[in-house]
């Protein structure tokens, strides 16, 4: 039998029509400026998106496009500058290197992302902040498709700071109540552990990362992987899952838009503190 697909999509518009009525009733629509270094084509198409999700929601979103020999210190007074006049900022990640320490220039209030090291050491705390949006979309998407993780096996493939450590660290927060466990690279056994998994979640950036054979049947498959191909998107889970997995998201249409609502939402959540 085929999985059930999580539509994310359709979440994703509740999200963003329960975030467009909070902000009709306030007084001036939040501002969130989106910092692009360069001509990534992953960041401009992700840009995108964020921007038209932001025009549905009514955010006023300007996109701050500045060139591959933008220096430290331009970019950091730029977030300054922009600190003390909009509710969110976001710098389109992949960084230059030799650019990422200004990140931490962003107020933790503004930081929309999630990303910064006073916010995601309040998640480490259990305390309230902003979260990072994919692992935040991610754990929407169980409650609103039907999926408490409450007290379920869920285990992650993938390890990066910006969607495995903190979406197990919310996952296994007091009233969250998952038993998380993290697998990745070096993991040994892989099969062994999927295989047990209630919630599986996979992270990694590589199609086919999971197959058929490593998923129990009847699990929730969540793939968080967008890998250009020639056939098109495809995600880290290969297609046989389908034939196993109780429930799966796709790619596109799953996970994706939930990154942009929870952008959106975290972004409003601000506007309405400030
Ligand atoms: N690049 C890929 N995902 C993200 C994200 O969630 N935020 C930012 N800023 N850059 C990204």
Known sequence: MSARLIDGKKIAEEIENELKAKVSKMDTPPKLSVIQVGDDPASTS??????????RVGIELTHHHLSTDT??????SLIGRLNSSVDGIIVQLPLPKRLESALNEIE???DVDGFHPANLGRLVQGKSGMKPCTPAGIVELLYRSGNDPKGKNVVIVGRSTIVGKPLSLILSQKGVDATVTLCH??????QSFCKEADV??????SPDTVTAAMVKPGAIVVDV????TDSGLVGDVSS?????????TPVPGGVGPMTVAMLMSNTVDSASKN
């Not at 599986?200 to 950036?205: E, H, M, R």
């Open 71 to 76: 220096t430290e210190s331009g970019l950091s």
């Open 46 to 55: 992700y840009i995108k998106a964020k921007s038209s999700a932001a025009k």
């Open 240 to 248: 046989d899952v389908k034939e196993i997995a109780g429930q799966l």
């Open 108 to 110: 933790p209030e503004n």
């Open 200 to 205: 599986l979640i996979v992270a990694v950036g």
């Open 185 to 190: 690279s070096r993991t040994s056994n892989l």
């Open 225 to 228: 992987g967008v890998n250009p």
